[in-house]
C-alpha cells in the first residue's frame, strides 16, 4: 500500500506476451521514490505484479511510444493511465534538432550538453533526406537550405524537457559559429509536431532507411548507463577525434530477446554475461556504424581505441582509451566493440538490417 500524497506516474502498457503469442495491456504504475512498480493486467482485472522494486526507473525519460523494460519484459508506452500523469508529461515539450554532415566533425559537443542542460535525447537516427522532405524543414528555418540538407547525411534528434524550445534556443546562442551554422532545431512549439512527423513518422510506410554501408566497418554500443550519465556526447567526440567516421546512428530500446541474441556469443563464456544482457535492456542505447580514416582493418583499429573490456584493467594499461575513461567497472564499461575483425559487419547487419526490418 501506498500513501495518498506519494509521487507516481501511471501510464497504459503493452506487453507481447512469447508464450502465448498474444498482446497483453497493462496499467504500470511506477513509483519513483523508491524505484518500484506495480502492473495491472487490464483484461483479466487483477494485478499481474504487485509493488516490486526495479532498477533504472526513470519515467521522466518516458515518453508515449517509447518502450521501456521492468524485469526483462519489454513493455511499449500507449498512454497515459491517469490526468495527473498526462498533464505532468505533456507539460515538457520537445525540439527537434537536425545536425547537417558538414557539422560532423564537432557531431558530440551538441550531444553533450543536452544532459547539462535539462535536456533528453527521445529519438536519434542517422539518415539521409530527399529534397522535397529538406524543403519542408528548410521552410521554417531561414538560414537552412535545401542543400545543407541534402549533402550527405544528416543526425535527427527529438530531445525532451521542461521549458525544451528556451533551453534549445539559449544553447544554440552559446555554440561557436561552426556549429549555429550546422545545427537546426525547432524555435517554437508550434512546428515540433510538425517537424517529428516529418523526420520521425508515425506511418511505416515513410520510415527511413539506415544509412549504414556494411563494408570494412565494425559496431560500436553506447550502453544505456553511459547515456544515461549524460557520457554519449564526450564518447562520440572522442571517436571523431580519434580518426574515426560515424557513418550511420540510431537510438534503440532492445528487448531481452534481441539483447541475448546479439550477445549469444558470450553466453557460458563470460561469467557477467546476464548482467550484460540486464544492463542492455535497461534503458535507450546508441549504436553506431564505425569506418576507420586509417585504412583498412576497422574492428581491429577500433578496439585498440575502446580498450580492454574491464575498465580497472584499461585505466592502468591503457588510460587512454574510451573504456578506461568512461567505464565504471566489466558490465558498465561504457561501450561494447565488435571484438572479431570478421564480426564487424554482421554486428553492424544485426542492428542496422535485421532489427530495423522488425521494427518496420
Not at 12 to 17: G, I, R
Not at 261 to 290: N, T
Not at 291 to 305: A, H, M, R, V
Request: charged fraction near 25%; aromatic fraction near 10%; glycine fraction near 4%.
Amino acid at each position: 500500500m501506498f500513501s495518498g500524497d506519494e509521487q507516481r506516474y501511471c501510464f497504459l502498457a503493452e506487453w507481447f506476451d512469447p508464450v502465448t503469442c498474444y498482446l497483453k495491456r497493462f496499467r504500470l504504475v511506477v513509483f519513483p521514490k523508491d524505484e518500484s512498480v506495480e502492473m495491472y493486467d487490464i483484461e483479466k482485472r487483477r494485478i499481474f505484479l504487485k509493488r516490486t522494486k526495479c532498477s533504472n526507473i526513470i519515467p521522466e525519460n518516458w515518453s508515449v511510444g517509447s518502450c521501456v523494460n521492468i524485469l526483462s519484459r519489454h513493455l511499449k508506452l500507449i498512454d497515459y493511465g491517469d490526468s495527473p500523469t498526462r498533464q505532468k508529461f505533456q507539460s515538457t515539450e520537445s525540439v527537434l534538432v537536425v545536425i547537417t554532415n558538414a557539422g560532423f566533425s564537432k557531431l558530440g559537443l551538441p550531444i553533450d550538453t543536452f544532459p547539462k542542460n535539462g535536456l533528453q535525447i527521445i529519438k536519434a537516427k542517422m539518415m539521409s533526406v530527399c529534397p522535397e522532405k529538406a524543403a519542408v524543414f528548410c521552410s521554417s528555418h531561414e538560414k537552412c537550405t535545401v542543400e545543407d540538407v541534402c549533402t550527405g547525411n544528416v543526425l535527427v534528434m527529438q530531445i525532451r524537457g521542461e521549458d525544451a524550445v528556451t533551453k534549445w534556443q539559449n544553447l544554440f546562442k552559446s555554440y561557436p559559429e561552426e556549429l549555429q551554422n550546422t545545427c537546426y532545431g525547432s524555435h517554437s512549439p508550434a512546428v515540433v509536431s510538425k517537424e517529428l512527423e516529418l523526420f520521425f513518422p508515425s506511418t511505416e510506410k515513410t520510415h527511413h532507411c539506415s544509412t549504414a554501408t556494411f563494408k570494412d566497418c565494425t559496431c560500436c554500443i553506447i550502453k544505456p548507463h553511459a547515456v544515461q550519465e549524460g557520457k554519449a556526447g564526450h564518447i562520440i567526440q572522442s571517436i571523431i577525434d580519434s580518426g574515426f567516421t560515424i557513418s550511420a546512428l540510431e537510438m534503440f530500446n532492445l528487448s531481452k530477446k534481441a539483447a541475448q541474441e546479439f550477445y549469444e556469443v558470450y553466453a557460458g563464456v563470460l561469467a557477467e554475461y546476464l548482467d550484460m544482457v540486464s544492463q542492455l535492456i535497461s534503458g535507450p542505447c546508441i549504436v553506431m556504424e564505425i569506418i576507420s580514416k586509417q585504412g583498412p582493418d576497422t574492428p581491429k583499429l577500433f578496439w585498440e581505441l575502446v580498450g580492454p573490456h574491464d575498465p580497472e584493467i584499461a585505466r592502468l594499461l591503457r588510460p587512454h582509451t574510451l573504456r578506461a575513461k568512461f567505464g565504471t567497472d566489466k558490465v558498465k564499461n561504457s561501450v561494447h566493440c565488435t571484438d572479431l575483425p570478421e564480426d564487424g559487419i554482421l554486428e553492424v547487419e544485426y542492428f542496422f538490417k535485421v532489427l530495423v526490418q522488425e521494427q518496420n
